[in-house]
């Protein structure tokens, strides 16, 4: 039985406006319309004989995706949660310490949650070839067959055949230049460095004790540190915080002489940027790709992603037009690896636009900031059936509710009372207050917010169900 791993960290900066710092690409709806990137990694090992996935995450995207975990109804399934980033190799290091300190010593099948394969029946084909090397104690990675030269992965030669459908790897190589991947397709030799992998958790941890010993001893001293809480593992944060920095392939598997790689030809790729998306999604009869309310004209070879409002094209060619309901962004297909560089101007600048949606999701629900001006702001508030917020209060802040649908269950200081629709109810700044929805039914309110100051931050927590400080 495998176990896999699923690394769902990044922000995927090259897809902003839609991934963002709190809600990135692999938690978004792009390849699939009705899945997640993380969900249908997950879909897509149907057919497998596995364990129940456990993932690796960011912190800050924890109910996020324990949101999405729940809809697959894998809600069981153990979360680890990394404070801070240390690359793929620690991380994949506590998932491996884990395991066998379940008592079990399982092959562990790495993926990353934000891949997209297309051909679902080849990829478990090569998994299958991957496990006889895999138990014997070799670690397997899977190298993406190339259709086109290209400049922006890594590359792995193979090496001599070990006659069960894998090879050794001869070597690894970085992003080429345009001329040497062209010279890499042409041999046949080179396949793409997908970063999945294969092996048995024991052997994994063997290979990172011999060359990078001070990264396993960093997670063991993150995992004795930690604690379980509901399904998330979370570490010692201070100890984890000391580990060094550094990927599954310099800290283990270009140095490993057990090193195998199984070719995978199944319609493979990262959707690294909004061209890449544009590459693998149906186009219409003029190559467009146009999502949500759009209307075109002499246009051609263009994706549009329409996520509140009409947008419209004429006679315009070869661009990626993205909107979402706090930002517009348009860039030429050639261009779009440079859409960080917008993202880094709103770092700089202090804007939140590429933390953030409008949109946030809470583990409670969302809120959505559908206005705000000089000490006001207007949000529109649904609470899940049976979630409550935290019980809270506000320095700077008062608060008026008007449900508009469902029975919100109020506490006001110390009073406690039914709210229900086209009713409302006010907070005073410095009040203590809690919001609940009892019913079975998503509960939608609006709330205007007036005060001083109406930051995020100015909340003070007494109890919360979900943990939060």
């Known amino acids: 039985m495998l176990l896999p791993i699923i690394m769902a960290g990044g922000s995927g900066s090259r897809l902003w406006p839609l991934s963002r710092q709190l809600n990135p690409k692999q938690f978004l709806q792009l390849a699939d319309a009705q899945l997640s990137m993380l969900q249908a990694t997950i879909a897509r090992l149907k057919g497998l004989?596995?364990?129940?996935?456990?993932?690796?995450?960011?912190?800050?995207?924890?109910?996020?995706?324990?949101?999405?975990?729940?809809?697959?109804?894998?809600e069981k399934s153990n979360i680890l949660l990394e404070p801070v980033g240390r690359n793929t190799a620690p991380a994949i290091a506590l998932a491996a310490l884990q395991a066998v300190a379940d008592g079990q010593d399982p092959l562990l099948l790495v993926l990353?949650?934000?891949?997209?394969?297309?051909?679902?029946?080849?990829?478990?084909?090569?998994?299958?070839?991957?496990?006889?090397?895999?138990?014997?104690?070799?670690?397997?990675?899977?190298?993406?067959?190339?259709?086109?030269?290209?400049?922006g992965y890594g590359y792995i030669e193979k090496g001599t055949a070990t006659g069960d459908g894998g090879f050794a790897v001869s070597q690894f190589v970085e992003k080429p230049d345009l001329a040497t991947a062209t010279d890499y397709l042409q041999s046949g030799d080179f396949l793409w460095n997908s970063g999945m992998f294969l092996f048995r958790a024991s052997r994994y941890?063997?290979?990172?004790?011999?060359?990078?010993?001070?990264?396993?001893?960093?997670?063991k001293k993150s995992l004795a540190g930690g604690q379980l809480d509901l399904h998330f593992t979370r570490v010692d944060a201070a100890e984890f915080a000391l580990c060094p920095d550094d990927s599954i392939d310099y800290a283990v598997m270009e140095k490993t002489a057990d090193a195998?790689?199984?070719?995978?030809?199944?319609?493979?790729?990262?959707?690294?940027?909004?061209?890449?998306?544009?590459?693998?999604s149906d186009k219409d009869e003029h190559g467009n790709v146009l999502k949500g309310d759009v209307l075109h004209h002499s246009s051609t070879n263009t994706y549009v992603h329409a996520s509140s409002r009409l947008v419209t094209l004429v006679g315009v060619e070869d661009l990626v037009i993205v909107?979402?309901?706090?930002?517009i962004m348009v860039a030429h297909k050639n261009n779009v690896q440079d859409v960080k560089k917008i993202v880094e101007q709103l770092k700089d600048g202090g804007r939140k636009e590429h933390i953030n949606h409008r949109e946030v999701y809470r583990p409670w629900g969302v809120y959505d900031s559908i206005d705000d001006g000089h000490r006001y702001q207007v949000k529109r508030i649904t609470v899940k059936p049976g979630a409550k917020?935290?019980?809270?209060?506000?320095?700077?802040?008062?608060?008026?509710?008007?449900?508009?649908?469902?029975?919100?269950?109020?506490?006001?200081?110390?009073?406690?009372?039914?709210?229900?629709?086209?009713?409302?109810?006010?907070?005073p700044i410095g009040q203590v207050h809690a919001l609940e929805n009892p019913g079975v039914i998503p509960l939608e309110l609006i709330e205007v917010q007036s005060g001083p100051y109406l930051g995020e931050d100015d909340i003070v927590r007494f109890e919360d169900k979900y943990g939060r400080a």
């Open 49 to 74: 004989d596995i364990a129940l996935p456990r993932l690796i995450c960011n912190e800050q995207h924890r109910f996020l995706a324990a949101e999405q975990l729940r809809q697959l109804d894998m």
């Open 112 to 151: 990353a949650a934000d891949h997209l394969i297309k051909d679902v029946d080849a990829f478990h084909s090569a998994v299958r070839t991957a496990m006889p090397l895999a138990e014997a104690g070799k670690l397997v990675t899977f190298g993406i067959v190339p259709d086109h030269p290209e400049t």
């Open 205 to 219: 941890l063997q290979e990172l004790e011999r060359f990078a010993p001070a990264i396993l001893e960093a997670c």
């Open 260 to 280: 195998v790689v199984v070719p995978l030809d199944a319609g493979w790729s990262d959707i690294g940027s909004w061209s890449a998306l544009w590459d693998v």
């Open 323 to 327: 909107e979402t309901k706090d930002a």
């Open 389 to 427: 917020l935290s019980v809270q209060m506000h320095h700077h802040r008062a608060e008026h509710w008007i449900v508009v649908s469902g029975t919100a269950k109020v506490t006001n200081g110390d009073t406690t009372f039914l709210v229900t629709e086209n009713q409302s109810t006010y907070i």
